[in-house]
C-alpha cells in the first residue's frame, strides 16, 4: 500500500536529485533562520544576530552544493524540495514559525541541524561519487558540529548580559500577554461568580438550576472579559502583546475560574455538590495566590489578604443573598 503515491522514496532519487534537495534544504533552512532573526531584532537583537550568522553558514552550504552540481551536472539543478519525498521532515510553515518565542526558536534551530545531518549521512551513503560522498559527509559532520556552532555563535552575540537581558525581556513579554490578563480573568471567573452560583445555590437548593445559572454566569463573563482584553489595548504602545492572544487567555481563564465551582452542581445531591465546589473554591483562591506570588511577585501575605479575604466575603454575601 502506497501512503505517499504523490511523492518519491529518498532510495529512488538519483545522485543529481539528492543534491537538488541538498540545496533545496540549505535555501528552506537560511531563510528559516533569517525569519527568526527578522522576528527577533526589535526585542533581542543579540539573537537576531546569533540567527543571522547561522543562515550564513547554510548560504556557505548551499554555495558549496550548487559547486559540485555544476562540475557534475551542468547548470541546471532539478526542481525537488522536501515535500516531494515521502517520509522527508517538512519545516514549518512561515506563520507558525512567526509565533514561537525565543526558546522555541533556537530548540527548532537544534532540531533543524539534527535532520540535517541524518539526511547528509543517508545521502552521503548512497552516492558512489567520491567528491560527492566527500561534500556531503563533511556536511554531516558540519551539522553535527552545528550544536556547538549554535553554542558559539550565541556566545559571541550574548555575551556582557545580553542574554540575561534577553531572557528577562521574554519573561516579562510572556508575563504581560498570557499571565496578567489571565489572571484578571481568573480572578474575575472565580470571584466574581461566586455570588451567583452560590446564591442560587442556597434559595432553590436546586443543583442543576445552580449548574445552569454557574454556566451562564463563567461563559457571559468569559466572553465578556475576552472582548474587553482585547479591544482595551492594541498593545503598540503598552508592549502587552497580540490583543487577540491576551483576549483569549483572559476570556478562558475567565471561564475556567467559573466552571470550577459549577461543575460540582452536576451532582444531584446538593450538600454533597455544595461541599466539593468549596473545596473547589478553595484551591481556585489558593491557586490565584500562588500565581501573583510567582509572576506577579505580590507579596504572599499581602496577595492572599486580598484574594482570600475577598473570595470569602463574595461568597458570604451570596450565601446569605440565596439563604434570605
Do not use: C
Request: charged content about 20%; proline content about 3%.
Amino acid at each position: 500500500m502506497r501512503f505517499y503515491p504523490h511523492k518519491r522514496k529518498f532510495r529512488d532519487l538519483s545522485e543529481q536529485e539528492v543534491l537538488a534537495l541538498a540545496i533545496s534544504n540549505e535555501e528552506d533552512d537560511a531563510r528559516i533562520f533569517r525569519s527568526f532573526a527578522q522576528s527577533l531584532r526589535e526585542d533581542y537583537p543579540a539573537s537576531a544576530q546569533m540567527f543571522d550568522g547561522m543562515a550564513a553558514e547554510e548560504d556557505q552550504h548551499r554555495q558549496a552544493l550548487i559547486a559540485l552540481h555544476q562540475a557534475r551536472f551542468g547548470e541546471t539543478i532539478p526542481l525537488i524540495r522536501r515535500e516531494h519525498v515521502a517520509g522527508a521532515l517538512a519545516r514549518r510553515p512561515i506563520w507558525l514559525n512567526q509565533t514561537l518565542n525565543l526558546e522555541q526558536m533556537r530548540a527548532e534551530a537544534s532540531a533543524m541541524e539534527l535532520a540535517a545531518e541524518t539526511f547528509y549521512r543517508n545521502a552521503a551513503a548512497r552516492t558512489e561519487d567520491a567528491a560527492t560522498r566527500k561534500l556531503l559527509g563533511d556536511l554531516a559532520a558540519q551539522e553535527a558540529g552545528h550544536q556547538e556552532t549554535a553554542v558559539r555563535l550565541e556566545q559571541i552575540s550574548l555575551d556582557g548580559g545580553a542574554r540575561d537581558t534577553e531572557d528577562e525581556t521574554a519573561r516579562r513579554k510572556f508575563i504581560l500577554t498570557w499571565v496578567q490578563p489571565g489572571l484578571a480573568g481568573l480572578m474575575d471567573g472565580s470571584v466574581s461568580t461566586l455570588a451567583p452560583i452560590f446564591a442560587t445555590a442556597f434559595a432553590t437548593q436546586d443543583t442543576w438550576t445552580t449548574f445552569l445559572v454557574g454556566l451562564a454566569a463563567s461563559v457571559g463573563a468569559g466572553i465578556s472579559m475576552g472582548f474587553t482584553e482585547a479591544a482595551s489595548d492594541d498593545g503598540e504602545l503598552s508592549g502587552r502583546g497580540s490583543p487577540v492572544k491576551r483576549g483569549l487567555a483572559s476570556g478562558i481563564m475567565t471561564t475556567v475560574g467559573g466552571l470550577g465551582h459549577a461543575l460540582p452542581y452536576l451532582i444531584t445531591d446538593f450538600w454533597t455538590a455544595t461541599v466539593i465546589a468549596l473545596i473547589v473554591v478553595f484551591v481556585e483562591l489558593w491557586a490565584i495566590v500562588w500565581i501573583q506570588n510567582k509572576f506577579m511577585e505580590t507579596p504572599f501575605l499581602r496577595a492572599t489578604f486580598q484574594v482570600v479575604l475577598g473570595g470569602a466575603l463574595v461568597f458570604a454575601a451570596g450565601a446569605l443573598i440565596g439563604s434570605g
